[in-house]
Structure formats: C-alpha cells, structure tokens
C-alpha cells in the first residue's frame, strides 16, 4: 500500500449495497464526486474505521457511503467551497449536494424562480 493512499470501502445508499473497495490518494468529504467501475457517485457520508495495533488506534480504512449521481454543470466557489447552482440567487441551498427547493434539478441559467439576494444595507 502507499503511504498517502487510503482503503476505501464504496457503499450506495440505496439500495444498500457494497460496491467494492479502492485506494484513493484523496479524502472524500460529503458533497464531493467520486468516479468508481464508469459510474459517477455523491459522498453522502463518510466514516473512518480504526484498527488497535500495539495500544494504540490506527486509520484501518474509510466507508463512503454514495448515491448515484452526474456531476453538476453549474457550480459556485462560495467561502472556499463548491456549492451547486448560482449562489447569487436566493433559492440556492448553498450546498454541495442539493442546488434548491425550487428548483432542484436546474438548471439556474434562465429559471423563472431565479430571485437575486438582496444586500444588507
């Protein structure tokens, strides 16, 4: 195994299952992508597994539990992170898994629920 690699244990959500295992160079965090056997998957969540060796616990490997999913189109960096969808607008959920209430399957580009936040004044 290499050092900075990871064993990971991919689990679809629904139906549950086990898709298989991989070595990832990466962390996965909840609303990134993952690409596994052609298919794209949402990290829904993700839990560490340790292991105790000599009394002390050691990373033994990470379960991320996906749904299948396509890559956004549309996305915004907002504080340092991609959040589907225009941020600019008031609708969008700021979030890396779900774009809006509204409109939740976009895309933002001519939407008529499209609402600009308004500014604090």
Not at 74 to 88: F, H, P, Q, S, Y
Request: proline share 7%; glycine share 6%; aromatic share 10%.
């Amino acid at each position: 195994m290499e050092p900075d690699s990871l064993p990971t244990e991919v689990i679809l959500t629904h139906p549950s299952q086990s898709l298989g295992r991989v070595q990832l160079d990466w962390t996965p965090q909840p609303g990134n992508y993952v690409d596994f056997e052609g298919k794209t998957y949402a990290v829904l969540e993700r839990r560490h597994r340790y292991q105790l060796k000599s009394g002390r616990y050691h990373l033994h490997n990470i379960a991320l539990y996906v749904q299948s999913a396509q890559r956004p189109a549309e996305k915004t960096l907002v504080k340092g992170r991609w959040v589907i969808g225009d941020a600019t607008c008031s609708y969008n959920a700021h979030s890396e898994i779900m774009r809006c209430a509204v409109n939740p399957n976009g895309p933002c580009e001519s939407c008529r629920f499209y609402e600009q936040i308004k500014s604090k004044s």
